[in-house]
């Protein structure tokens, strides 16, 4: 890679990202069907019909993104807007929405960044076999995946294969699971073969598109121990091993991480391997690591007799993220004392994302990719139609700088991605929470004109890209 005299590499990547069915609406109209996280989601403020209207504005959206002068975006095919069935027939009329799109991207020089799998299964799979609980799914997957690398391979050299697979069984809208078998026992058997099919999407990547580069992202939250009390230092590793290293080892090592095993074999939880399924997994070797950072989270230890009453297992995905994640043995998440807050109570930690930067870099020595980093905040119009975004481009601004540290560590770092380009349906609180460096003029409850309107936020990185990262230097 070629570095320049400035904090940024000179091909850097600067972009901004969304998903599908957050942005896009038309949610079952154009030949599209309903996806899981769709029926799932919580309808009372997170409605998908319309969302940011992208499906019906994205000409608009394109050509904002060229006057910010991104150089890549970073968004995501809906498999059921490509497949309603899940497999067999193409909807032709979803091949064309992405192709238009991906068409007035490149006559832009702008690098589309595709996720092939944002949350959003056909929620006919799921009914059909349950889903991601079943290896029929793996099959699926791989034909979709097929069907993108066959109509989209020739323009898009940047594939994403699954979003954020570290939360998907953490957050209950997003997936749906079996009441009669235990929970975590189908958790770890869904992320095996979540695995698998990632690993199918990388060989098939190869063998369609031989010159793209393809590779994960996932949601990563580093922990940090209470105190200095040695078992607190273990619990703050045991939680890193289950919630991250599980993942990036099977991603980059292509193993299960001993510590994580043994912990799901004593619990009985541990996942049905047949044979083949290591090396069909070793051998799909990603070219690079996305990582979606958002915060860092203090955890202590509690023993396996702590009282079941005060345990939080996982997150509720409601608004209420004050409610920490504890398992008993092992961790318990609490409140950092030293960090500020989002509204939402995220852990405000950019010194976090360069520590975890150089943690996988000292592991896996693998390309970086920031997918995801944004703050979601309660943004108003002013009486003169503006968006005054301060706290955003704080937060931006100071993550991009420890991000430069971070390259300067000797850490490979080759994009980064705001979260996200416009606002969209927040994955959990609707468009009260809103991440856009464009407003989308709507709320909860009433979809407005859709207009969108350019924040503060959106000017400060216009400049930040065109300066190549060297403005961060300077105020905001
Ligand atoms: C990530 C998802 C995104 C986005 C983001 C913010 O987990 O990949 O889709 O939603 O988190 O989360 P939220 O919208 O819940 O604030």
Redesign the pocket.
């Known amino acids: 890679m070629n570095y320049s005299t400035g904090p940024f590499p000179n091909d850097f990547l600067w972009a901004a990202g969304t998903?599908a069915y957050?942005c896009e609406g038309a949610h079952l109209t154009h030949g599209k069907t309903i996806s899981v996280v769709e029926k799932n989601i919580n309808s009372e403020y997170a409605d998908p019909s319309v969302a940011s209207g992208h499906y019906q504005y994205w000409d608009i959206d394109v050509e904002l993104m060229k006057e910010l002068g991104l150089k890549a975006y970073r968004f995501s095919i809906s498999w059921p807007r490509i497949l309603p069935n899940g497999r067999g027939e193409i909807n032709p009329e979803g091949i064309q929405f992405y192709k238009n799109i991906i068409k007035k991207l490149k006559k832009y020089e702008i690098e589309p960044i595709v996720t092939i799998y944002?949350?959003d299964l056909p929620q006919c799979l799921q009914e059909e076999y349950g889903g991601w609980s079943s290896r029929k799914v793996i099959s699926d997957f791989e034909n979709y995946c097929q069907v993108l690398f066959d109509h989209f391979g020739d323009d898009v050299k940047y594939w994403i294969t699954i979003?954020?697979q570290s939360?998907m069984f953490q957050?209950p809208y997003l997936m749906e699971f079996d009441a009669n078998i235990p929970l975590e026992k189908q958790k770890f058997e869904m992320n095996h073969i979540m695995t698998l099919a990632h690993a199918k999407a990388i060989h098939r990547c190869r063998e369609t598109v031989p010159d793209a580069k393809i590779g994960p992202?996932l949601?990563i939250i580093p922990n940090y121990p209470a105190s200095p009390k040695p078992e607190d230092i273990l619990a703050a590793k045991k939680a890193d091993d289950l919630r991250t290293f599980l993942f990036t080892d099977l991603y980059l090592k292509g193993e299960y991480k001993t510590t994580v095993w043994n912990f799901l074999v004593e619990n009985g939880i541990e996942p049905n391997i047949y044979e083949g399924d290591m090396a069909c997994i070793k051998s799909a070797k990603p070219d690079f690591l996305g990582v979606?950072y958002?915060q860092t989270r203090v955890v202590k230890f509690i023993p396996k007799d702590a009282d079941e009453k005060d345990l939080k297992l996982n997150f509720d995905?409601e608004d209420d993220d004050t409610q920490y994640e504890a398992i008993p043995g092992l961790f318990e998440g609490q409140k950092n004392p030293y960090t500020d807050k989002t509204d939402?109570d995220?852990e405000i930690d950019p010194v976090g994302l360069r520590y975890l930067l150089n943690e996988i870099n000292d592991r896996y020595d693998i390309p970086i990719i920031i997918t995801?980093n944004?703050i979601?905040t309660v943004d108003e119009l002013t009486e003169n139609g503006e968006i005054h975004d301060d706290e955003k481009i704080t937060f931006l601004r100071d993550h991009l700088n420890q991000l430069s540290l971070a390259i300067n560590d000797g850490v490979e770092v080759w994009g980064f991605v705001v979260?996200?380009f416009i606002d969209?349906?927040?994955?959990?609180?609707g468009f009260r929470?809103r991440?856009g460096l464009v407003y989308i003029d709507r709320t909860d409850f009433d979809t407005r004109s859709l207009k969108r309107i350019k924040k503060k936020s959106f000017n400060w990185y216009q400049n930040v890209i065109l300066t190549d990262g060297k403005s961060l230097q300077n105020t905001n």
């Open positions: 998903s957050q944002h949350f979003n954020e939360n957050i992202a949601g979606n958002y995905g939402w995220w995801e944004g979601g979260w996200s969209l349906l927040s994955t959990s609180s929470k991440y």
